[in-house]
């Protein structure tokens, strides 16, 4: 997903929660931002590692291990790179 097209979607979903009426509708507009921004982060990730940031680096901004944030994105980077 593009990044602009994120952005976009993750505005939606913060005004479909904004203007949500019920618990309902507030739960399912944080899912879709949720979503949404996991999603993105697994493309910056993706993009980190690309441009030749270290799974270290990466760990260190988590506050986790280099095992930690590999196995939270790598499956999802190995899935891309097929």
Known sequence: MSQKKAFAQLRK???ALESADGP???LSAVRRLRQT????????VEE??????R???IGEL???SKQ???QRFRR?????AE
């Open 37 to 44: 921004a996991e999603e993105l982060e697994g493309d910056l």
């Open 62 to 64: 988590y506050g986790t």
């Open 76 to 80: 999802r980077i190995g899935k891309a």
């Open 68 to 70: 930690g944030v590999q």
């Open 13 to 15: 979903a913060l005004d």
């Open 55 to 57: 799974w270290s680096d």
């Open 48 to 53: 980190a590692r690309s441009a030749g940031l």
């Open 24 to 26: 309902r509708e507030r």
